[in-house]
């Protein structure tokens, strides 16, 4: 773990399609009132911003990224926008490696759209499977599971981490999986 200013020090970047909760993620872990949130119909999140907060004594950098599916940036912009990122970051604080990826999934999405399935593949890609052991793959808006069809989304969340389509590759490679529950 690195340390910065002589305390322990962590950084994750959040990533998810558009719509995933990965500002809300952001907010409610952090405890920052000025992470920006998008209500609209318009993706939000246009460039990485990093968001740093204490917990137990640990400094903790939690990145919120574009979302993959975004209404401006095609896939291959959202994905040079984060790299650019990580690489200046890289260059200009290089005590503050990342430690993983955090990446988001609605499970009230009712489907896996081309387009998600192509962004999830993507992602395996960008991550090869060396450091899935730092990948932790978070299924979000089980609050509105609770409220809508509670039995839909545990068999979505079931498909996900089941088929090699989806995430059981990365979860045998070591990606851990958790539920989020907003």
Avoid at 20 to 36: L, R, W
Avoid at 108 to 132: I, T, V, W
Avoid at 151 to 158: I, K, L, M, S, V
Wanted: a positive charge.
């Amino acid at each position: 773990m690195a340390t910065v200013k002589g305390r322990p020090s962590m950084k994750f970047a959040v990533m998810g399609v558009t719509g995933s909760g990965k500002s809300t993620f952001i907010k409610i872990a952090s405890g920052i009132d000025g992470v920006g949130i998008g209500h609209d119909l318009k993706s939000f999140t246009q460039s990485p911003e990093p968001f740093t907060f204490l917990n137990n004594g640990t400094s903790i950098t939690l990145v919120d990224t574009p979302g993959f599916n975004d209404t401006d940036l095609n896939e291959s912009d959202v994905l040079k926008a984060i790299a650019d990122w990580l690489d200046w970051d890289y260059r200009n604080r290089p005590q503050m490696r990342l430690n993983g990826i955090i990446y988001l999934h609605n499970v009230m999405d009712p489907r896996m759209l081309g387009s998600s399935l192509r962004n999830l593949k993507m992602f395996r890609d960008l991550c090869g499977q060396d450091p899935l052991r730092n990948v932790l793959l978070v299924t979000t808006r089980w609050g509105m599971a609770r409220r809508v069809d509670m039995e839909q989304a545990e068999r979505r969340e079931e498909q996900l981490r089941t088929d090699r389509k989806f995430w059981a590759g990365m979860l045998a490679g070591g990606a851990r999986k958790v539920f989020w529950s907003d």
